[in-house]
């Protein structure tokens, strides 16, 4: 699957694993998220600030951060939290922080995705924090996105998983008809987000969270954005365009970075 995805890069550095006459170690998902933080972070210098991701990936490269600054092998580091539970991660380990209104430029943001098409356009989203994420990465000068190979697929919504969107919670069903309305033609099915208790979930900004399930291909994303954009009601959605500058896939054969 990767190798496939792969071949449509403007440039792609793959990091193999050396030949072993040993048995190859099976790895987790969650040692090849672990894998694709740790080689982002290598990109990161001192005196950077740095937008913080949010979600299972996105927190191995805040802790190995947070690991570089206790050993002073990074410095005066100024991190932008993309949600309240990464704020909460990063201050647990010393990392400093402030805010788009004291640092409008940001150096460079590391984050995971829920989905990742051949043109390194994202799904994101699914931990609920799409709005403050691209906030931060449509800030940031380079925007590095960190993946497990699962996450590659052919078109947005592909994976048949939730393509959410932010929305206020005032007259949420009928916003979310409209949203489902929009996408008929690629089999739409729109449902409110609920928590692990089964009441609605609630993002960080106060609002609701309307998963969209697609059947097929949604056509022009740059189209779709817009349209979902024009509905009353709608905040934003996980559909991230043409922000991330890198994307880095970690996979069984090794580490594949791929750049705009």
């Known amino acids: ?82 949600s309240k539970k990464t704020q909460e991660q990063a201050v647990s380990l010393g990392i400093p922080l402030s805010d788009l209104d004291h640092h409008s430029t940001i150096d460079l943001a590391i984050d995971g995705a829920d989905e990742v098409d051949p043109h390194l356009n994202l799904v994101k989203g699914r931990g609920g924090s799409l709005l403050r994420e691209k906030m931060v990465e449509g800030t940031c000068k380079k925007f590095i996105c960190i993946v497990d190979e ?14 959410p969107v932010e929305v206020v919670p005032f007259c949420w069903k009928f916003t979310a008809n409209k949203l489902q309305n929009l996408f008929e033609d690629s089999g739409c099915v729109a449902k409110l987000r609920n928590d692990s208790k089964g009441k609605s979930f609630v993002t960080d900004n106060g609002n609701y969270t309307v998963d969209l399930y697609l059947k097929k291909d949604i056509g022009d994303l740059q189209v779709a954005s817009d349209a979902i954009l024009r509905i009353a009601g709608v905040v934003e959605h996980g559909m991230f365009l043409d922000m991330a500058a890198t994307v880095i896939v970690a996979g069984e054969l090794g580490i594949t970075i791929k750049n705009k």
Request: charge should be positive.
């Open 1 to 82: 699957m990767a190798i496939a995805w792969s071949e449509k890069a403007s440039y792609v550095e793959v990091l193999s694993r050396p030949p072993s006459l040993s048995p190859p170690v099976i790895l987790t998902q969650d040692e090849l998220k672990k894998i694709a933080a740790y080689k982002a972070v290598e990109f990161v210098e001192s005196g950077m600030v740095l937008g913080l991701g949010t979600g299972s990936t996105a927190k191995h490269a805040v802790d190995r951060i947070g690991e570089l600054l206790r050993l002073g092998k990074l410095k005066n580091i100024v991190g932008i939290p993309t």
């Open 150 to 163: 699962s996450k590659l697929v052919k078109h947005l919504g592909g994976s048949g998983l939730a393509m």
